[in-house]
């Protein structure tokens, strides 16, 4: 609740931050050939391609940094999930409950939550993918009709 809070009143906390808001600036369809770089190869273009509706209605007018924040709060909120999926798979509910405890107020999650960073957006997509490859040779979002293997009899 307190990331919610926080990020309506956040500014920018970083280079990363605005390299990842410019990106997105420029996939929303905003004209920003006026700064220097009009796009930053160095920065991975997922977490801009999910920023982008977000900053699309942007104007100079209003703040426009509380809704990537909120993203990032909700993109964040998402990761504890799917880590808690990925430790209750192997642990109890109170063992995997603790656990995302445990990781909700590392001081380092604490801080990259509400802003634009691909630290824990990496930490979802991470236990996104490992939720996916536990137990089973195909990923659980793929049917079995779509990924069945072809054996080389048929």
């Known amino acids: 609740m307190i990331w919610v809070l926080a990020a309506t009143v956040l500014p920018i906390d970083n280079w990363d931050g605005f390299e990842y ?27 801009s391609v999910l920023l982008a509706p977000v900053v699309a209605g942007y104007t100079p ?3 426009p940094l509380v809704g990537p924040h909120l993203a990032m709060v909700a993109i964040g909120l998402g990761s504890l999930a799917l ?29 990259n939550t509400p802003f634009v960073y691909a630290d824990v957006a990496s930490m979802g ?4 993918w490992r939720c996916g ?12 009709s779509r990924c069945r293997s072809r054996s080389p009899d048929s």
């Open 61 to 63: 007018e209003g703040n």
């Open 133 to 144: 490859r536990r137990g089973s040779r195909r990923p659980w979002w793929c049917s079995a």
């Open 21 to 47: 808001l410019l990106n997105a600036r420029r996939l929303a369809g905003h004209d920003v050939s006026y700064m220097k770089y009009g796009w930053v190869p160095l920065r991975p273009p997922l977490l």
């Open 83 to 111: 880590v808690y999926r990925l430790l209750r798979e192997s642990y109890p509910v109170a063992h995997s409950l603790a656990g995302v405890a445990l990781l909700a107020v590392n001081p380092l999650v604490v801080h």
């Open 125 to 128: 997509l991470t236990a996104l």
